[in-house]
């Protein structure tokens, strides 16, 4: 199975365009506070211009569920996804196509049977950040939970160690943003290229 890749953390079109050439199958788009956020009107502008059959998702972090909702439609986005303390019932109530974010570390492994309904994305966990920290954790705490279900490996992934990680993991997808950055919001082209081939080549 071919892994699935998400780039995200994208603010403007060149970028998205971009990854879209060198083979992203998603785009993520940050409509919460963080150094990568875009406003509604640019998530818009961007999902427009966007060849077919690329998903695109927005991430939000403990936003209202009529915010999610209003702007799911008004940006055009095909999932959404929750980073914040959005519970069961929170993620249930948004229907389909809804990715929850859970931070792992040591301390906290998140069981398998959370969130039913949802995708899970497993991020790397940080007292002061929700995400975005560039960092990672032990994927051996991720391992049991890719076994029960399908997931998306997020937290500190670069063109240097993602094969590494699906191999340990076997992720259905991953989820790279600072590891492909020139600097925050901007992404590097040839990083995008070369993270992807080191995905391809699993």
């Not at 998702?57 to 009529?66: Q, R, T």
């Not at 076994?147 to 500190?156: K, V």
């Amino acid at each position: 199975m071919t892994t699935r890749i998400k780039v995200c953390g994208i603010t403007n079109l060149d970028d998205a365009l971009a990854a879209c050439r060198l083979g992203a199958d998603a785009l993520g788009f940050v409509l919460a506070p963080s150094p990568r956020q875009v406003s509604p009107e640019q998530a818009r502008a961007i999902i427009a211009a966007l060849p077919p059959l690329v998903s695109t998702v927005g991430v939000f972090v403990n936003a209202s569920l009529v915010e999610v909702s209003e702007l799911r439609r008004f940006c055009g986005l095909d999932w959404v996804q929750l980073h914040g303390g959005e519970d069961e019932d929170q993620a249930a109530a948004l229907g389909r196509r809804v990715i929850k974010a859970l931070r792992v570390s040591a301390e906290r492994v998140p069981d398998a049977a959370a969130y039913p309904g949802c995708s899970l994305l497993l991020d790397t966990y940080h007292p002061q950040a929700v995400g975005g920290t560039g960092q990672t954790f032990d994927w051996g705490l991720a391992q049991g939970i890719a076994r029960e279900r399908p997931i998306i490996l997020a937290g500190g992934l670069t063109p240097d160690n993602v094969n590494r990680a699906i191999k340990q993991v076997q992720p259905f997808a991953v989820d790279v943003s600072s590891g492909v950055e020139k600097e925050k919001g901007v992404k590097d082209h040839e990083r995008i290229a070369s993270f992807i081939a080191q995905v391809r080549r699993v």
